[in-house]
T-cell receptor
Framework: GNSVTQMEGPVTLSEEAFLTINCTYT??????LFWYVQYPGEGLQLLLK???ADDKGSNKGFEATYRKETTSFHLEKGSVQVSDSAVYFCALRPVDSNYQLIWGAGTKLIIKP | ETGVTQTPRHLVMGMTNKKSLKCEQH?????MYWYKQSAKKPLELMFVYNFKEQTENNSVPSRFSPECPNSSHLFLHLHTLQPEDSALYLC?????????????FGPGTRLTVT
């Protein structure tokens, strides 16, 4: 079946450090892939997406590349800020679904000044 | 108002109470969703509506009753809840066609059942 696996958190980094949050998936065909972010006390916001292999999604300095060969969609940022502290969710939309999103468990990111 | 709004933002209710959560989307989408977010658990999809018709019900207990009077409004009626129902309830909306079907979320209602 379909599934998403994220690295467990919390991930604690210093400001200006390089960030990687790993996400791997299991699905048939070419699902759409997403990263969402949830800031404290808020709902989820779409951060970036990719819909086909080798696509790179990017937003607010974050990037993720759709890697079919490794079934991965790792989130990266070159220099994190305290304001990036949040919970990050990786998700996929299966090819045979209009509505279902399969979610990872979320990774809490803590950035220290 | 823009995006997806939810009211109330916080709700405390006893197990014998009846309350309702409200969601409104201002994005012109035709699909709406209720999710439950509990601590240390993946996001759980509860219900999906497309053009007011319920398309998915993921084995949700009958003490949760959704209502979708039109494609912009979604309600979740609550009655005789249990303490384990305490969670953040998130509403989302999307198109049901297009290349990626991304969902847009409201801020959530933090529900505490006492």
């Amino acid at each position: 079946g379909n599934s998403v696996t994220q690295m467990e958190g919390p991930v604690t980094l210093s400001e200006e450090a390089f960030l990687t949050i790993n996400c791997t998936y299991t699905a048939t065909g070419y699902p759409s892939l997403f990263w969402y972010v949830q800031y404290p006390g808020e709902g989820l916001q779409l951060l970036l997406k990719a819909t086909k292999a080798d696509d790179k999604g990017s937003n607010k300095g974050f990037e993720a590349t759709y890697r079919k060969e490794t079934t991965s969609f790792h989130l990266e940022k070159g220099s994190v800020q305290v304001s990036d502290s949040a919970v990050y969710f990786c998700a996929l939309r299966p090819v045979d679904s209009n509505y279902q999103l399969i979610w990872g468990a979320g990774t809490k990111l803590i950035i220290k000044p | 108002e823009t995006g997806v709004t939810q009211t109330p933002r916080h709700l405390v209710m006893g197990m014998t109470n009846k309350k309702s959560l409200k969601c409104e989307q201002h994005l012109g989408h035709n699909a709406m969703y209720w999710y439950k977010q509990s601590a240390k658990k993946p996001l759980e999809l509860m219900f999906v509506y497309n053009f007011k018709e319920q398309t998915e019900n993921n084995s949700v207990p009958s003490r949760f009753s959704p209502e979708c009077p039109n494609s912009s409004h979604l309600f979740l009626h609550l009655h005789t809840l249990q303490p384990e129902d305490s969670a953040l309830y998130l509403c989302a909306s999307s198109w049901d066609r297009g290349s990626s079907y991304e969902q847009y979320f409201g801020p959530g209602t933090r529900l505490t059942v006492t």
